[in-house]
């Protein structure tokens, strides 16, 4: 929700929530400044009374005349008064806000003021305070008994908003100064956002410099460490979208490649039938078509399932799969071939119930290759075995035939794409593809010879 509402510029939301912050900060420091400073003033102003209060009982002795009727003023009540004096005798402002009475026997003997200050609580000491019906009054009582029997009494007063002055004064002397500096403080922030936010302007300006038909890894000097997994994440990025490229172009080639051949004997073949004069030459000629688009729909599919098996090789993360009942449906599916040869597929089900994570599609591809491989080299009423089994760490997959076999020397090519050997029937792809599949899944292929016949596959692959 917050962030909806803050501005899409980096650079400005940095500035936004800095100076956020950095307003709740003052405020909070400021309400704590004043709480502190209100709280030491009053420590300090009360202190000071004390102490003019003992001051003054110190002072106090028998010249001090407790038969007078009148007291004794000594400074003027307002601050008019000042003129009547001397400059050398005159005050302060403040004058008029302090107080202070020395008491004789319940009578005031000498007073600061005319002021008629008396603290609330009559018969005690220590600090309290007063009202003279303008101004509250913070005042200190001491009571002390003098050598003359005499009862002496001292009060000290000050008024409450002189200390409201003081901190007031404080806490603007030190938020004032502040608040002022806020724009610079902003600026200062907005500059150093902007130095701060520099490599990234660098990195920006490197991705909009590579071109589509030649895509490098982008570098950037001094990178910050928050901008190097952004950085290796379009590098990687940046290389597989290369290598995507790369098999996309290669898999055009190759098919433009493969598909040439076959097109232009069907061409061939559809001029021969064209140009037949008998029926038998035009029947052999439309039999050679049929095998050719037979032969090209092969290519052709098999070029397909190579380009969707390499595009569905990103993810890393698959559910396990129950591989015996996939294996069973995908020899259902196959069976009109191997009943047509008189095949017997043989599946070992002593595993029944092994998992392996892998995509479905993935695997199916893989054994209707393997099968459509073993049917297509192995004679009429000949055998295929189809074995799952748990070897450690490992779920291996095996197959053998009763094929016509391949040499020793052909056996390192077979997974070589369009490599079809001495047959020129296939497209050459189909144990590419499981050999791609099997590479995704760090599985190991393995092809050796069936002895005394026939080809054996072997493909290991990781449980983990």
């Known amino acids: 929700m917050l962030q909806n509402k803050l501005p899409n510029s980096i650079k400005k939301r940095t500035l936004v929530l800095v100076m956020s912050v950095f307003a709740f900060t003052s405020i909070l420091l400021g ?17 000071r009374l004390a102490q003019q209060a003992r001051l003054l009982l110190h002072l106090t002795n028998d010249d001090i005349n407790a038969g007078k009727d009148a007291p004794t003023f000594v400074y003027p009540s307002v601050i008019s008064d000042f003129e009547q004096y001397d400059v050398s005798e005159a005050g302060h402002t403040y004058e008029s806000k302090v107080h202070f009475s020395i008491w004789r026997n319940g009578k005031v003997v000498v007073a600061s003021d005319s002021l008629s200050i008396k603290p609330e609580v009559d018969d005690g000491n220590g600090f309290g305070y007063a009202d003279n019906g303008a101004f509250e009054w913070r005042t200190f009582e001491l009571k002390a008994r003098l050598n003359g029997g005499e009862n002496s009494r001292i009060v000290v007063a000050e008024r409450s908003d002189v200390r409201d002055e003081m901190v007031t004064e404080i806490v603007l002397n030190s938020v004032l100064p502040e608040l002022i500096g806020w724009p610079l403080i902003a600026i200062f922030v907005w500059m150093a956002v902007g130095v701060g936010l520099e490599p990234l302007k660098q990195l920006t300006s490197r991705i909009n410099r590579i071109e589509p038909s030649k895509l490098r890894p982008v570098s950037v000097d001094n990178v910050p460490k928050e901008l190097v997994p952004v950085q290796q994440s379009i590098n990687s990025l940046l290389a597989s979208i290369d290598d995507l490229m790369a098999r996309e172009k290669r898999w055009i080639a190759d098919a433009a490649h493969e598909l040439r051949t076959p097109l232009a004997v069907l061409n061939l073949h559809a001029q021969n039938a064209e140009s037949a004069v008998t029926y038998e030459e035009r029947k052999k000629a439309l039999e050679q078509m049929r095998y050719g688009v037979e032969r090209s729909t092969r290519i052709v599919a098999q070029l397909l399932s190579y380009a969707r098996v390499e595009s569905q090789l990103l993810r890393t993360d698959y559910s396990a799969l129950d591989v015996l009942k996939l294996t069973r449906r995908v020899v259902a599916d196959l069976y009109p071939m191997v009943f047509q040869k008189n095949i017997t597929i043989e599946i070992d089900e002593s595993q029944d119930g092994l998992t392996l ?21 192995t004679p009429e009423q000949g055998f295929i075995n189809i074995n799952w089994q748990l070897e450690d760490n490992f779920v291996i997959l095996s197959f053998k035939d009763t094929g016509q076999g391949i040499e020793e020397s052909e056996l390192e090519r077979l997974t070589e794409r369009f490599y079809r050997g001495s047959d020129q029937s296939g497209a050459g792809l189909g144990l590419s593809i499981v050999a791609t599949i099997a590479n995704h899944y760090h599985a190991k292929l393995l092809f050796y010879s069936n002895k005394p016949s026939g080809l054996g596959v072997q493909i290991r692959f990781p449980r983990q």
């Open 357 to 377: 994570p892998i995509e479905e599609s993935h695997l199916e591809i893989i054994l209707q290759n393997l099968i459509s491989n073993a049917v297509k080299f």
């Open 31 to 47: 309400i704590v400044g004043v709480i502190a400073a209100n709280h030491e003033v009053e420590e300090l102003f009360d202190a």
